[in-house]
């Protein structure tokens, strides 16, 4: 039953799908249930007042569709939009590029708006195009909060900034994918319209549950739009909200049970310990990463993300070669470099529920690993340099004090 | 943890999501692990072959989508049609009649043909309707197998006749919900060219895979289909088939794994086995009811569902109590009675991996709730007919012998 | 990895070990831990404190051992008695008769007082013993509470009385491992020493921990006791009691978190709704035995076991071969007749985390099995019995209400 | 359920229990089963087959025994010898110690052969005591294979060559609860009369099954041996063997499932890779320690155990201290000083199914925790070291080339 065994854990540091604690692979380990007894409403009803608090929203609906990320763009965008409606849309990286795809193949007006890959998004031309946008053809701004493929974080507060700025009416569509639960992310304050993640990101699950957010400007949109959608409707999904049996067709039990317990975990730890936990975790790698000599594909620090770190290795060594040996002989399940970047960058996945010492493995892992394709890294340099600051920052466990 | 406990074993009697085996539930029991390591791709490989057996086909083309039956049917529908084609839809039951509501939303040109709620599809009009169609613009039949809401079985291998006998040329699209993998199903020798089924049903997986099967003709046909789609679209996962790497977003690990568990199981017993089960499970059903001096919703025994009977109740009864009071008192789930049926009938899933020990605990339990409810039942007395036949038909297990 | 597969779940109906809860199976579900930690005796601090409740005492001191029931009587022996130590003990069945054994291989003095299979303990005997033992010569009165061969359940209370009537000091040891927990049991009203069970049966645990619990006399005993022990020593236990950590050597950290789980099961059922359900549920099986025409082993009402039900099958018939059977064909797993009763009884385990269904699919599954073999039973007709007064005397269930 | 939370996976590296593979959690999670069905018994046959091999034994019976490593000491003893019987010992740490504590209240007379602690068994003195034997007093050497409080490896093979010389017909008997299945283990070869181990040590199963294996030497002498024993007799096992149904009384069915696929994995990584990791990992940790410039409690390199480090720390740090802020801060779980070395020295426990990346993570945590307690290492020194040996020394994952 076990496809390409070795010996021990697996060492997964993609960004996503992420480890599962065994607390949620346990309430997970379970057999159907009626989704029509009264059980699963009462637990279903938890889940969307609890999933509100991650999205740092209190006004938000929130919809859990049997799907992925991709569903979940398709189902921000066709219950807010019309075909040919104008849409901006920031290219940054390879999940940025395949939502423009599917805008674009959803049949709207995409402005694409694009950056070097390792570049943030550009806000200066959003600016340009807010000013200009005098009779409000922009129906909204689709952004990626963090791009999973160059590292790359958006800031989401200077986007509301300047659509207040502008007072442009447009709709906020963010993809929190790889940023809700991991990065600071205040649904409500930064009036952000539609925001959606993935259950095999941040909130450590499998994959399966396509997480969307909207706002009442996003409900009331959506009476209006007219792209084509049934499953994605989220009309349906509000119908069975109001008859108190919230499913408009069957949910994955097992997975409720695993956010019901994902969750737990999560304000067990306490939402901002867990973002405190990522910033933690992504400046430790950071600092591996320049004891290496190696640099980070993000080009500025205000972009630096704390999920995921894409490293760029130098030009005679195929980034590839790095993520096949780290596979074949460390048992590390490292991001491969994608599209423009590819064999130019490896990606550390530091997201979900993970710890110092499990990061501090894969950076060992890592240095072995350059050495193994002809890097001539100092071993024990980047684990030196990420101790040195999680050392001095890694609180105490507050259950065992 | 737990909602709404009950001592012992929950019955789950509806007609899915069904019991999971206990092989299953372990081998989805694990961590996530990255879907593009070779692990994965290898291990797809062996589902797409085997789970083309499931459906009898050998030049059909699997597509294992993230979703539900729901998003099967969109699938099977954007991937080969285009809005305002005419399409042939029969309408028997809750189920057929929501896969025509979503037929509507998608702007296609529905020629619904209604039959009563237990009856099947009325292939009579079906063949008028060819016969006069020589203009060919019907350019598809959309049948349900199985109709879950009233346990109705359509005859599928006489749609394909008629279609050959009118030489036409429509697309033939199956609902096999909750039919393929339980009941006869032949894909490839009835000509059908997209059958889709849910993981939930018969295959006793959790909620999350739609499973969808295109013929060569369909596969042709979503060529120029101009029916929007992108989550659902065909072509990426043609693409990535070609790439060998099969996935154009993040599957379930955990489902892939529990797929291939489930193939496993009927593979061991044997599909064929399988299918005699249900036989088996749905006749002593249908012997239980008559002794309880009750009617089956299907009207006449060429319609008989081996995967789920809808009884129903005298009019002074309420079935929806009997499904209320099988929770409250049995732990035991059965299925209620839906739209123009509801109150009227109740319906016992017989479906996935069950075996008839099982279904007779179900019998007893619905003997006590009839009386609880008022109905003069004789205890026993379907129990009795039921065990009179089994004992007379279920084989020797092979393996222990 | 399964041997001897065969579809839908295995019917248990074995008196131990019995089905477990599936929240049991979830919470035993996981890595092992340090048991030096903290946590471990956090962990163990309840459950000695919560077990005792499952054996009614407050004075009483409990062991959790790494062993079974066998390994369980020779910690109730050894620490309280010394070799050449007369004591009484009852045989009425095959584990009275295995316990016996064991005590005169531990060289004790055994006074065997023996009933016919089927009867229970000779308590006259014991009265006439005890008044004629002015000189206190036994130490020790052994006796099995329910026999598990014969299904025959042993009135403590009345040993109590006889022991108080006659002012003995002796020991007072009890089996309880098919009664605790599902037969009314009251060590401290009763005045046991000793009381022992396994985690196998009514606690619905796997295998592998005695529960063995001794009254402070008992405790008193130990420290003069002569019997040689190292692996079964309570003292061992007491001095990582008064330390804190509690284990002298490596528990099963799986078998404490699932005690946790399977306690709090108990707890939320309610400890006397555990004990009402299993007399529904023996009281339901003798009914059927009774319609079916046959005789149950246990020769009178008083001694009715509400855990196992020995039933006597006519002369022409092979008892083995009903179980055999049972296997072989409804994957349903009774248990043989033992010892001198082989080949003439079957049993039908009614214990642990199980519901009514349960028990009728086991019930209608037994009667087509006695028709397999050529008792000329009219099917239908025990689970008829049964039903009818449980349909009576199951009460809804607290949480759904 | 959880006992004091820290988010992401425990590091468990204490020298038993130690890490569970997923392969083997999946297994155990499971259903109990009729131990009397004919599953159990072809199930075990298997087994017992498969685990001589482990033991590298073709002519020894193996005992599977529901108790833990204790209980498997007893199990040795209690069968081969009789009250009084003289027996060699060897005191050179806190688990020799417990066994002669056993011994002695056993009521053997045992010569206690004392070493320092950290350094290996005094087999000079056995030569001596063997030559002055020559009327064959000594009825049995007691050897502890590697002592797990002090990581110290005796050497086997050497007894065995004394033996010879002396022509002394001594049984001998091992524990090799922290050696067998991690360190070479030769029982035919080496003569070695009873071996033993714990499942939840080197073999990586939760605790539960004490595993020992008896000569035909062994089994002869249990025939006459006078200690006195139940449980623990190996003859109601032997009875059982020749009955086929092998099982004197309830073994845990989740113990034998997991055993089996714990075997499964050994057998696919080849024993001679496992044990050959284990080399890697415990040279990889003394070269860490050595860079840390802290002492090996093991005195010499002939003694140096490859699963189990004993690190001996700066007089004014209190190696509790370590190991606490260990599990407080990092999720680290390390072994305590026990008795003599209490305060003085922690341990790493580098066994079962572990891999480099894992022990890397491990030692990058002590590196921390030596800075939190106030020694100076220098972060990283003890990864470069480790690694600098692991990345010359690691093979390619067979499955994955």
Chains 1, 2, 3, 4 share one sequence.
Not at 31 to 50: C, G, I
Request: with cysteine.
């Amino acid at each position: 039953m076990d496809y390409m065994y070795a010996p021990g854990k697996n060492h997964l540091f993609v960004p996503g799908p992420v480890q599962i604690p065994d607390q949620v692979i346990r309430a997970m380990n379970r057999n159907n249930e009626d989704y029509r007894s009264p059980a699963v409403p009462a637990l279903t009803k938890t889940l969307l007042e609890d999933i509100k608090k991650i999205f740092k929203t209190t006004s938000g609906t929130p919809f859990l569709i049997p799907t992925t990320g991709t569903g979940a763009w398709e189902s921000a965008l066709t219950n807010t939009l019309s075909p040919g409606d104008r849409i901006i849309s920031f290219l940054i990286g390879q999940f940025s590029l395949l939502w423009i795809d599917q805008q674009q193949r959803l049949n709207f007006n995409v402005d694409v708006v694009e950056s070097d890959w390792g570049e943030g998004a550009k806000l200066d031309v959003l600016a340009s195009k807010l000013a200009a946008d005098t009779a409000h053809t922009i129906k909204a701004i689709c952004i990626v909060h963090n791009e999973t493929a160059t590292g790359v974080t958006n800031n989401l507060s200077k986007v509301r900034k300047l659509l207040d700025e502008y007072r442009h009416p447009a709709l906020f569509l963010v993809d929190g994918v790889s940023s809700i639960c991991a990065i600071d992310f205040r649904m409500d304050e930064w009036g952000i319209d539609v925001a959606l993640t993935g259950s095999q990101k941040a909130l450590s699950l499998p994959t399966g549950m396509g997480i969307v957010c909207a706002s009442p400007k996003a409900l009331e949109a959506s009476k209006t739009a007219k792209s084509v959608r049934v499953f994605f409707d989220w009309k349906d999904y509000i119908k069975f909200y109001n008859l108190g049996t919230f499913w408009p067709y069957t949910p994955s039990i097992q997975l409720l049970y695993g956010l019901r317990a994902a969750l737990d975990l999560i304000f067990e730890e306490g939402l901002e310990n867990v973002i405190e936990r990522h910033r933690r975790l992504g400046k430790a790698t950071r600092l591996a990463v320049e004891a290496w000599g190696l640099k980070n594909c993000t080009q500025k620090e205000e972009w630096f993300s704390d999920t995921v770190t894409a490293v760029i290795v130098p030009p005679h060594i195929n980034s590839s070669e790095i993520v096949r040996r780290a596979w074949q002989r460390y048992n590390l399940s490292l991001g491969l470099g994608l599209n423009k970047v590819a064999g130019k960058v490896f990606r550390i996945g530091h997201l979900g529920h993970l710890n110092e010492l499990q990061l501090l493995g894969c950076l060992a892992g890592v240095e072995m690993i350059l050495k193994d394709v002809g890097y001539p890294v100092k071993l024990g340099s980047g684990v030196a340099a990420a101790s040195a600051y999680l050392q001095n920052n890694i609180p105490m466990i507050p259950s065992r004090i």
